[in-house]
T-cell receptor, first 113, second 115 residues
Framework: QKEVEQNSGPLSVPEGAIASLNCTYSDRVSQSFFWYRQYSGKSPELIMSIYSNGDKEDGRFTAQLNKASQYVSLLIRDSQPSDSATYLC???WGSGGYQKVTFGTGTKLQVIP | DGGITQSPKYLFRKEGQNVTLSCEQN?????MYWYRQDPGQGLRLIYYSQIVNDFQKGDIAEGYSVSREKKESFPLTVTSAQKNPTAFYLC??????????????FGQGTRLTVV
């Protein structure tokens, strides 16, 4: 079983719509959750981090975490063509000084003008 | 400026050669990672290291080797045993611990091509 799972997409949304990206993970010990955006040919860049249950908003982005369901999501409001990219979910495993960050395979988002 | 520097940006390898990809960080991060990404695919973990002189194999370590002699540096060698090394290689680092400030930061990547 994969540790972090995402739908590979592509997810197509019209410009101005809400894009909803989902991620599930397999280990209840996980403490930290991240969303990265990766444009084609570039390295991933961090866009959101979330550590506790509930919602966290930053501009047009909202991350949602439900530890009981082992589920984390990213909502992008008022989607723009420049949001077209692959979105990677990442989970920080472990505890204390020993840990690793594991990534999902990413969901490709296409925003249609 | 703090960050992660990978070099070279592009690298060409002949059949049977070993090549080494450089990764240096000045973020004072304990953990460092190497990922491989093939076209249209996700990140696959090659090796990771939590502290100096210690590292663990990831999911696809065969044909690769690493060293961690300094906290700032985590070079990756692609050996001749790696039969299909053409890919985009990404180095990342993070703080260790739990909770906040443990996100991974990435270098700009090295694109390796076998010629």
């Amino acid at each position: 079983q994969k540790e972090v799972e995402q739908n590979s997409g592509p997810l197509s949304v019209p410009e101005g719509a809400i894009a909803s990206l989902n991620c599930t993970y397999s280990d209840r010990v996980s403490q930290s959750f991240f969303w990265y955006r990766q444009y084609s040919g570039k390295s991933p860049e961090l866009i959101m981090s979330i550590y506790s249950n509930g919602d966290k908003e930053d501009g047009r982005f909202t991350a949602q975490l439900n530890k009981a369901s082992q589920y984390v999501s990213l909502l992008i409001r008022d989607s723009q063509p420049s949001d077209s990219a692959t979105y990677l979910c990442a989970v920080n495993w472990g505890s204390g000084g020993y840990q690793k960050v594991t990534f999902g395979t990413g969901t490709k988002l296409q925003v249609i003008p | 400026d703090g960050g992660i520097t990978q070099s070279p940006k592009y690298l060409f390898r002949k059949e049977g050669q070993n090549v080494t990809l450089s990764c240096e960080q000045n973020l004072n991060h304990d953990a460092m990672y190497w990922y491989r990404q093939d076209p249209g695919q996700g990140l696959r973990l090659i090796y990771y290291s939590q502290i100096v002189n210690d590292f663990q194999k990831g999911d696809i370590a065969e044909g690769y080797s690493v060293s961690r002699e300094k906290k700032e540096s985590f070079p990756l060698t692609v050996t001749s045993a790696q039969k299909n090394p053409t890919a985009f290689y990404l180095c990342a680092s993070s703080m260790t611990g739990v909770g906040r400030n443990t996100e991974a930061f990435f270098g700009q990547g090295t694109r390796l091509t076998v010629v």
